[in-house]
């Protein structure tokens, strides 16, 4: 005996399945949309967060030493060419950590950053 076509179980479980796929799919795409319609974030954090960023990657720039890690635990540079007066950078070690925070404040703004220190031998 040979079968044409689909039984009503075959046929309920494709619709099933295929609105699974749609909705999953839709789901996905919508965030997809909302995540690219976000605006990038501006004003004094992100000022901030892109200096700190700058600092680290020209050091030299800012009349620091290249190594963040042999700059004194306080110190202040100035960044007026960045919107910013005075930025001041603090370090915070601890003896048996294996990395150090650098916090940048201006103002009433805060962003911090993680550096690895290097390994003893």
């Known amino acids: 005996m040979s079968r044409r076509g689909m039984t009503l179980v075959e ?9 699974l796929l749609g909705g999953v799919s839709f789901s996905l795409l919508r965030d997809a949309r ?3 319609e976000t605006p ?3 004003g004094p954090d992100a000022t901030l ?4 960023d700058l600092i680290l990657e020209d050091p030299a720039a800012f009349g620091l030493e290249d190594d963040p890690l042999q700059w ?15 930025v001041s950078i603090r370090r ?11 916090v940048f404040s201006a103002g009433d703004t805060t962003t911090f ?9």
């Open 92 to 102: 915070i070690d601890a003896p048996d950590a294996e990395h150090t925070w650098l």
């Open 72 to 86: 004194p635990a306080d110190i202040e540079v100035g960044a007026t060419e960045h919107g910013l007066d005075r």
């Open 40 to 42: 990038a974030p501006s």
């Open 34 to 36: 909302l995540r690219l």
């Open 113 to 121: 950053r993680w550096l690895a220190k290097p390994e003893e031998p």
């Open 11 to 19: 046929v309920l479980a494709a619709v099933v399945l295929l609105g």
């Open 49 to 52: 967060g892109i200096l700190a």
